[in-house]
């Protein structure tokens, strides 16, 4: 085999496939980009990688050496060229660059800072008209913190959860959410009849059900299927 054919989500990506399936190190081979890779609107639709072709170069010839000469080189490892290439990219950078994107085609010049835990990482949204982003409800910005997941695991070798906040809205809705379960609790109680909320996403349905989990009065399960689902709150 003188030839391949790689891809890769990068040129240095693909370039290092090829010179594994050859066998070879980067100064025996030439290498051509077929294709440079893209991210496609947004960083999700129409994402091509790179395209490259390696092929082998040919022997160098090498002239007899004398053996006077021979023997007197001194026994030193030849050192080979260090190879230049760009680190892979990096998964929360890329997230942040998807979630930027998005803020300038709505018009916003927006920041984002990227705070790691232990199970989650947070990128915090910083910059002017935010509500743009958080949208009804939190809608907009559960839908961007979807698709922001998507673009980080592209490029992460395993799974990352990311969450996505802005102003302090997810502090501000879990406590809207806590104020609301305890109100609805307590006209289940009066009432004796069950109450079903509107559809919400699984991250708001689980902050009513722990609220209300150790609730003496009354319980919780939910019901119907995404993206309908609800809550319903009745009597123990």
Known sequence: ?????????TVEEAVRQGLTQLGVSRDRVSVQILTQPSKGFLGLIGVKDAKVELALLPEPES????VETATSLPLEPAVPEAEH????????????RFIQDVG???????TVDVQHAKDVTTLHIFGPDLGLI??????????????????ANR?????????????NFRER?????????DRLAGRVIRSGKEVVLEPMSPQERK??????QDHPQVKTFSKGEEPNRRIVITLK
């Not at 002239?63 to 004398?66: K, L």
């Open 85 to 96: 290439t760009n680190a892979d990219p990096d998964p929360y950078e890329e997230a942040v």
């Open 134 to 151: 958080i949208g009804r409800r939190g809608q907009t910005l559960d839908a961007l913190q979807y698709l922001a997941n998507i673009v």
């Open 104 to 110: 300038k085609s709505m018009g916003l010049d927006v």
């Open 1 to 9: 085999m003188s030839k391949v054919v790689v891809s890769g989500k």
């Open 207 to 212: 902050v009513i059900h722990a609220k209300l």
């Open 155 to 167: 490029y992460s070798g395993s799974y990352i959860r990311i969450v996505l906040d802005a102003e």
């Open 173 to 181: 809705r879990k406590k809207t959410l806590e104020e609301l379960a």
């Open 63 to 66: 002239e007899p050496m004398p």
